[in-house]
């Protein structure tokens, strides 16, 4: 278990990733290493009166590091709520919100193709971190300084909390996937050009940001965290244009229309033995079958279930062995997009096709996705073919 939940809001559950119970000790730590200096530096500028000898007795230090850190992360999963209630208000309905290592993800289970809409959703999280920077450091203002411990303890986090979030309003503002900024940057792009175009736009000034970044973090700062956060925009970047692309791409394709169908799929028996099942995929060049018993799909076979019998055994173990019978099915017409999304969600290569009435009517594979989408690509037809009912069929290889 990579992520586990830790409570709801407005009926969205909110989940923890592991590598945030690491980012977590790591700020308060970070931040009460630093208390002297921080406090030095609000007292320069906003004449806050922090008296450094009350400030770093004993043990106070960790704690306001540790009261700063469950601040700052709970000002993200505001942040994330402030995007999701908006999303909520459209129409989008929102999956989860995640702590990970990077901060907060509200995970929309679509993308709102409007600009307007993304526009809003986009700028509420934003919006809601300079709320909540401006609201503590009018707390922060508003409490005079008392010399007393737990006064001065509660205006060091409010100091703190006032900078930070609007500092995260900025830094999710900059206008490249996938922060905020660079939705914003999409929306208004979106509104005289295709969503795919914008889209691509958006990504390259994401990556463009993303190398920058990095080259800070690696040369002027030399910095392991915004090396990898550099890392980590780069890559959402380039998913982002290639998750648009082939959405754009798909738009009314069906999985029958790009499966390879039943009576093209070669099946195996169960009772085949691993050496011959091996000969198979060498001779064919396949490396995934449906293992079929008396006409009804029972399994599905790849070269590392095979590979998984040590050479010597081959002959004694059969398919039925070493087969997988957890298989996954979608329908003929499910579109090809949640397909995809279910290949990837589960880690695996292939899907039955099945039908209600007619049973196992096909495979869909990943190779079957990437050869259709090189083909819709190349043909430049970006269009659901439109006013007939039968599609044009891409079927690759047909
Ligand atoms: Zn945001």
Redesign the pocket.
């Known amino acids: 278990m990579r992520r586990f939940r830790i409570g709801s809001a407005f009926g969205i559950p909110i989940q923890l990733d592991l590598t945030f119970l690491l980012v977590l000790p790591l700020f308060a730590w970070l931040i009460g290493a630093q208390v002297e200096q921080w406090g030095g530096l609000v007292n320069d500028v906003w004449g806050a009166g922090f008296d450094a000898a009350v400030l770093t007795t004993g043990a106070l230090p960790w704690l306001l590091g540790i009261a700063s850190a469950l601040g700052l992360f709970t000002g993200v999963v505001l942040?994330?709520l402030g995007?999701s209630l908006v999303a909520k208000r459209y129409g989008f309905p929102i999956e989860s919100i995640t702590l990970w290592l990077f901060g907060?993800i509200?995970q929309l289970t679509e993308m709102p193709e409007d600009w307007r809409t993304e526009l809003y959703i986009?700028v509420a999280?934003?919006v809601v971190s300079v709320i909540l920077g401006g609201l503590s450091y009018v707390a922060f203002v508003s409490i005079p300084a008392t010399g007393s411990i737990l006064v001065e303890s509660v205006r060091f986090v409010l100091s703190y909390l006032a900078v930070v979030n609007v500092a995260l309003a900025i830094f999710?503002l900059m206008p490249g996937f996938p922060?905020?900024g660079g939705r914003v940057l999409r929306a208004l792009l979106a509104r005289t050009r295709p969503y795919a175009r914008a889209t691509q736009i958006a990504a390259e000034v994401g990556k463009g940001f993303a190398i920058l970044l990095g080259l800070f973090g690696l040369l002027a700062a030399f910095n392991p965290f915004l090396i990898a956060l550099a890392f980590f925009i780069y890559i959402g970047a380039a998913s982002e244009a290639q998750q648009t692309t082939m959405r754009a791409a798909f738009e009314g394709v069906e999985v029958q229309d790009i499966m390879t169908p039943a009576d093209r799929v070669q099946t195996v028996s169960p009772d085949a033995s691993v050496a011959d099942l091996i000969d198979l995929m060498f001779r064919e060049r396949h490396t995934g079958y449906p293992v079929e018993r008396d006409g009804e799909i029972v399994g599905l076979v790849t070269l590392e279930d095979a590979r998984a019998v040590r050479d010597v055994e081959r002959d004694a173990y059969t398919v039925g062995d070493v087969m997988t019978t957890d298989v996954h099915a979608v329908g003929p017409e499910s579109d090809v997009m949640t397909a995809l999304g279910e290949l990837e969600d589960r880690s695996i290569g292939r899907l039955l096709v099945h039908d209600d009435r007619k049973g196992f009517v096909g495979l869909l594979t990943r190779t079957d996705v990437m050869t259709a989408l090189s083909i819709i690509k190349e043909s430049g037809r970006y269009e659901a073919p439109s006013g007939t009912d039968e599609p044009e069929v891409i079927r690759p290889g047909a």
């Open positions: 942040h994330e995007h907060g509200a986009a999280g934003p999710n922060m905020d």
